[in-house]
């Protein structure tokens, strides 16, 4: 088993940033890659990012490419999301994930592990 514990969310303002954390414990060496979903009220789980473990090749989706980076810490086994020029649209709980399994990193389904998620909220 792995767990995940996401931490760095909060209240932003429109144009600032924000860098989420996710420290994964347990059976960590099993992990092939760790990737941020977000969820906003009445909207479905989104894909926004992840990583493999041992090459650190980066995937997002497109409406955040420029201005979220992903990025690893093997030795902490933390994983990071840094989101620049956050929107009012950003605005959601954002999910942290990992998995066992080479695949689709985009789908929400290929992640056996979640963490409890943290609220991003993004004032305009």
């Known amino acids: 088993q792995v767990q995940l514990v996401e931490s760095g969310g909060g209240l932003v303002q429109a144009g600032g940033s924000l860098r989420l954390s996710c420290a994964a414990s347990g059976r960590t060496f099993s992990i092939y890659a760790m990737a941020w979903f977000r969820q906003a009220p009445g909207k479905e789980r989104e894909f926004l990012s992840a990583?493999?473990?041992?090459?650190?090749?980066?995937y997002y989706q497109d409406s955040v490419k420029g201005r979220f980076t992903i990025s690893r810490d093997n030795a902490k086994n933390t994983v990071y999301l840094q989101m620049n020029s956050l929107k009012p649209e950003d605005t959601a709980v954002y999910y942290c994930?990992?998995?066992?399994?080479?695949?689709?990193?985009?789908?929400?389904?290929?992640?056996?592990?979640w963490g409890q998620g943290t609220q991003v909220t993004v004032s305009s």
């Open positions: 994930a990992a998995t066992d399994t080479i695949g689709v990193l985009a789908r929400s389904g290929k992640y056996d592990y």
């Open positions: 990583i493999t473990r041992s090459t650190g090749s980066t």
